[in-house]
């Protein structure tokens, strides 16, 4: 069974700098893209990013390019959010997901890890 | 604003049945894949149909989806209220390379 776990989310003030994590399980790790996910308070979904499965392409939403990176451990089934130069625009939680490129889905989610950007 | 356009909310009564609609363009729902996605109050998003209109595993066939053009469709018949829930479409738009979704639709069930 597939598991996502994320991690890292936390208050921060604008301008400031979060890291967030994803671990994965149940399902080869490295023969699958993955993504990222946001969904401001109350508000609906917002793609953000996602990386293939070597970590070979990347793409982002136009609001967090430049500050926001994708990355991935294939070696420790984990998948990563570094993301600078926060606004208050940012907050959501975030969710990893497995999958995710031009012509497939987001076929499993993480439960979730808050990110609140405010001074 | 989103790339995708959904209605914000449908209801209907328990039993009868209710569509959703997706409206898009030809860089996005023209030429690539939808998927839905069902989001219950206070739990992460599960995919529900992809590839247009093929069913996750488990899913009820209760749950169809369609795509015709740049518009795609989610139907649900005999409503229950376990189907109260947030129903986001989403898929590739090849111009922005990037993924898109819909706003979001609020369906309840009376």
């Known amino acids: 069974e597939v598991d996502l776990v994320e991690s890292g989310g936390d208050l921060v003030q604008p301008g400031g700098s979060l890291r967030l994590s994803c671990a994965a399980s149940g399902f080869i790790f490295g023969n699958y893209w993955m993504s990222w996910v946001r969904q401001p308070p109350g508000r609906g979904l917002e793609w953000v990013a996602n990386i293939r499965h070597d970590g070979g392409e990347k793409y982002y939403v136009d609001s967090v390019k430049g500050r926001f990176t994708i990355s991935r451990d294939n070696a420790k089934n984990s998948l990563h959010l570094q993301m600078n130069s926060l606004r208050v625009e940012d907050t959501a939680v975030y969710y990893c997901?497995?999958?995710?490129?031009?012509?497939?889905?987001?076929?499993?989610w993480g439960q979730g890890t808050l990110v609140t950007v405010s001074s | 604003q989103s790339v995708l356009t959904q209605p914000p909310s449908v209801s209907a009564a328990p039993g009868q049945n209710v569509t959703i609609s997706c409206s898009g363009s030809s860089s996005n729902i023209g030429n690539n894949y939808v998927s839905w996605y069902q989001q219950l109050p206070g739990t992460a998003p599960k995919l529900l149909i992809y590839?247009?209109?093929k069913r996750i595993s488990g899913i009820p066939d209760r749950f169809s989806g369609s795509k015709s053009g740049t518009s795609a469709t989610l139907g649900i018949t005999g409503l229950q209220t376990g189907d109260e829930a947030d129903y986001y479409c989403g898929t590739w738009d090849s111009s922005l390379s990037a993924g898109v979704f819909g706003g979001g639709t609020k369906l309840t069930v009376l």
């Open positions: 997901g497995q999958g995710g490129d031009y012509d497939s889905p987001v076929d499993s």
């Open positions: 590839d247009n209109h």
